[in-house]
C-alpha cells in the first residue's frame, strides 16, 4: 500500500483553512507556534484542558518550555469533560477574560478543542455567554487566536470551523459553525494518541468514518468530499484493527490521525445530516454516552436510509468495509448487515437498547432533532427526503 512510502516520523506541514503540523513528534513544533505567536505581540494566552490527559500524552511539559522560552503567561481551565457545556465554557471564558489572554491553547481531544474554540469567540464578544452563542443569539464577528493540540483521531475539530457543546437544562448538543474558529495552528502527534484507551481508539474513527458518510452523501457534497471520504474509509479500514491490537504503533496511529483530520476537511466542504443529526440527542441525554459509540449505533440505519439515493457513491467509499458493493440500489440489506459485521469487530454491541435507551424515548429524541439549535438544517442536507417519520424510523430500527 502506498502508505508504507510515507515517512510518520518526519513532520509534515499540512495546508488547509488551518496549518497542521503532522508526524511524530510533531509536538516540539510548539515551540515553532508561540514564537509566531509572540512576534505578533502575543503575550498572554489561555489554555483549555480536560483535567488530567493533556499531562498524561506528554504535552503539557513542551507547553510550559515553549511558554518559558517565549516569555507568554498563560491562565488554565482544566475542567472541561467529555461533551463539554456551555458552563465549562463560561468559566474558562471567565477567567481567560480576567487574566486577559489574548489566544487560546487547547490540549486535548474534541471536548477541550471545541470549548477553547469558544472560549476565543467569546473572548472577543466580551457582552456574550457561552448560552447566547449555542442559542445563535448572536453571529461570533471575530475571535482571538486559537492553537489546538490534538490528542485524540476522531473530530477533525483541529482543522475545520466548527465547534459543539452542550446546554444541560435543555438536553441540548447545538453546533457552531463560523470560519472565525478556523484553529491559526494545529499540532497531530500519534505519540499523543498511544495511551488511548481500547474502546476509545474505536469510538473516534468511527467518528471520523461517519463525518465522511454524511460528507460523501450530502446535498453539497463535492469531488473533494468524496475524495477525503474514500481515502479516510480505506485508512480507517486499515490501521484501527492495528492500532486495536497494538495501542503503541505509531505508524497506524499516524494514518488514523491523519485520516481523522481529512475528515473534517471533508466535512468541512461537504457538511453533514443525519447522523450527526440524531446523534447529538443521544448524548445530550446522556452524556456518558461517548460521540462515536452513538454514531456507531445509528450509522448502518442510516446508510440503509440513503443507500438509493447514494449507492455509487457509497459502493466506492465504503468498499474497503464493505466489499464487493456495486452500486445498486437493491443492496441497501447488504450495506446494513455488511456495517453491523464491521462494526462489531471493534467491540460495538448493536442495538440502542443495548446501550440504555428504549423506545419509549423515539418522539423525545424526534423532538430534540427538531428543538436543537442547528439540527433541523442538516436534515435539509440528506440526500432523500427526510421528516419526522424517516427520523423515527431510523431511531426505530436502532433500537
Ligand atoms: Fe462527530
Redesign the pocket.
Known sequence: MWTEEIDFRSVSEIRTRSTVYLGVDAILKIDDILNSLKTDGISKIAVVTGKQSYKKCGAWDHCVSAMDKHDIDYVQYSEVTANPTVDHVDAATNAARKFGAQAVLAIGG?SPIDAAKSVAILISHKDKTARDLYGYQFTPQRAVPIVTINTTH???TETNRFA?VSIPEKAHKPYIATDVIYPRFSIDDPRLMVNLPVDQTAYVSI??L??VVEACTSMVANPYSVLLAKQTVDLVARYLPIAMKTPGDLEARYFLTYAAMTAGVS?DNGL?HYT?AL?HPLSGIDPSLP??LG?ALLLPSVVKKIYSARAKTLAFVLNAIVPGLKGDVSESEVVFDGLNQWLSRFGVVKGLSNNGFDSSQIEKLVKLVYETPGLEPLLGLAPNDADRDSVAEIYAEAM
Do not use: Q, R, S
Open positions: 474534541g476522531g473530530t477533525g459543539v467518528d471520523a461517519n463525518h466535512f453533514l450527526h446523534e460521540h462515536g454514531l
